[in-house]
């Protein structure tokens, strides 16, 4: 079956620095991807979406860039925060079918140092 | 967590008992999910419904069942439970399947003995 893939398990970044979490994908079809944050204890938080007709969105502090060709997508966050520490992860789906099903990579752990 | 509440948020049961986890929506949005979370496989989609009365099958359906009698609440019932079932629960809603962001519940805590 198709899957979603993130190169490193583990990240650690300063604070204050800038982060860049990874995310490959598999299905050639997939048209909107997603990236959630996990804080321990609690349930994925949607941070920023994109959609197959673009390559790159912003949010407030979060950039997410899309690259078709090689099937890689990756999230940025701007001057990391200790709040930033959480689990990221990525997923895509396809835009058929009466719901999304949608696949989840296994994660990277984003840690912020002091 | 977008108006999602997970009951019970913590279960210890023993192997063979049925157990039930419901969730519960106040955002009347059409579709609801079930996924289970374990380490090293991320999220997996149990059981999905889009609309009420209207589930299908996802990725691990196997020994579990749903039922969504009302646009509130979707049931995720283990007729009998399994230690492979340990996991950490997930509900999730979303107003339209194919075009719209899934916002996540707590979740529930599983462990069978």
């Known amino acids: 079956g198709e899957s979603v893939g993130l190169h490193l398990p583990t990240l650690s970044v300063q604070e204050g620095d800038n982060s860049i979490i990874n995310c490959a994908y598999s299905n050639s079809a997939s048209d909107y991807f997603i990236w959630y944050k996990q804080e321990s204890g609690k349930g994925p938080q949607f941070i920023i979406d994109i959609r197959s007709n673009m390559d790159k969105r912003q949010g407030q502090r979060v950039t997410v860039l899309l690259n078709k060709t090689v099937k890689h997508l990756s999230l940025q966050i701007a001057a990391t925060q200790p709040g930033d520490s959480a689990v990221y992860f990525c997923?895509?789906?396809?835009?058929?079918?009466?719901?999304?099903?949608?696949?989840f990579g296994s994660g990277t752990q984003l840690t912020v140092l002091p | 967590d977008a108006g999602i509440t997970q009951s019970p948020r913590h279960k210890v049961t023993e192997t063979g008992t049925p157990v039930t986890l419901r969730c519960h929506q106040t955002e009347n949005h059409r579709y609801m999910y079930w996924y289970r979370q374990d380490p090293g496989h991320g999220l997996r989609l149990i059981h999905y419904?889009?609309?009420?009365?209207?589930?299908d099958k996802g990725e691990v359906s196997d020994g579990y069942s749903v039922s969504r009698s009302k646009t509130e609440d979707f049931l995720l019932t283990l007729e009998s439970a399994t230690s492979s079932q340990t996991s950490v629960y997930f509900c999730?809603?979303?107003?339209?399947?194919?075009?719209?962001?899934?916002?996540f519940g707590p979740g529930t805590r599983l462990t069978v003995l």
């Open positions: 419904s889009y609309g009420v009365k209207d589930t």
């Open positions: 999730a809603i979303s107003r339209q399947g194919a075009t719209d962001t899934q916002y």
């Open positions: 997923a895509d789906t396809v835009s058929s079918g009466s719901a999304r099903q949608l696949t």
